[in-house]
């Protein structure tokens, strides 16, 4: 793997990690008061495309890190339609 797979790898883990605390915290209050809909349906909207665009210019990291992020995202979006 070339350093700008690594380099990738590393954004898109950082990046999808960054969802982990709000889903941990959402699941275990049971609140999602302070989350907007819109703004996840929207990234939720975006991270699909970066998962397309992935597929298309064969960019694993673009594709790995996204598929992470959009299971997240839509775990935000199932609990903010259920505790609504």
């Not at 982990?20 to 209050?29: E, G, H, L, M, S």
């Not at 210019?57 to 609504?84: D, F, W």
Request: proline share 2%; aromatic share 8%; glycine share 8%.
């Amino acid at each position: 793997m070339n350093l700008i797979n690594v380099l990738g790898m590393l954004a898109g883990g950082l990046t999808t990690a960054s969802f982990v605390p709000q889903a941990i915290k959402t699941f275990r209050n049971r609140s999602t008061k302070d989350i907007s809909l819109g703004m996840y349906l929207v990234l939720w909207a975006g991270v699909a495309l970066w998962i397309v665009y992935g597929l298309l210019a064969g960019a694993l990291p673009v594709i790995l890190a996204n598929s992470c992020t959009i299971v997240l995202v839509t775990v935000l979006i199932a609990l903010k339609i259920r505790y609504k």
